[in-house]
């Protein structure tokens, strides 16, 4: 299963941008996302109290999870390399746009 996730941390900002490059990215890789998880929260929130947290928890082996970059996933590098560690554990990949 291919998950697009996309966050913001304010109301002022827009999912569109991430969504848009997400979709351009699926196109030229001939793929297709089958759910989208988006959400407005702070990336200092604990993963655990965001979506994201929820999303990771009934991901299964071999599903990828496409961000438009690393940032998304966290605030910092401890809480993001934190959510890579559990993907690379469970064998779940992350994709990133921006950062190849």
């Keep these: 299963m291919i998950y697009g996730y996309i ?3 304010t109301d002022k900002q ?4 991430q969504r848009y490059e997400i979709i351009k990215f ?3 890789q001939v793929l297709a996302v089958d759910k989208w998880i988006e959400e ?3 990336g200092a929130k604990n ?3 965001r979506k994201l947290g929820k999303l990771l928890k009934r991901m299964k082996k071999e599903d990828v999870l496409i961000c438009s970059e ?3 996933l966290g605030r910092n590098l401890l809480m993001i390399m934190g959510v890579l560690n559990e993907c ?3 064998d779940i990949q992350v994709w990133t746009i921006k950062d190849n």
């Design 47 to 49: 993963v655990e109290d």
């Design 40 to 42: 407005t929260i702070s």
């Design 7 to 9: 966050r913001v941390s």
């Design 70 to 72: 690393l940032s998304r």
């Design 88 to 90: 690379m554990n469970r």
């Design 14 to 17: 827009t999912i569109e941008n």
């Design 26 to 28: 699926c196109e030229r």
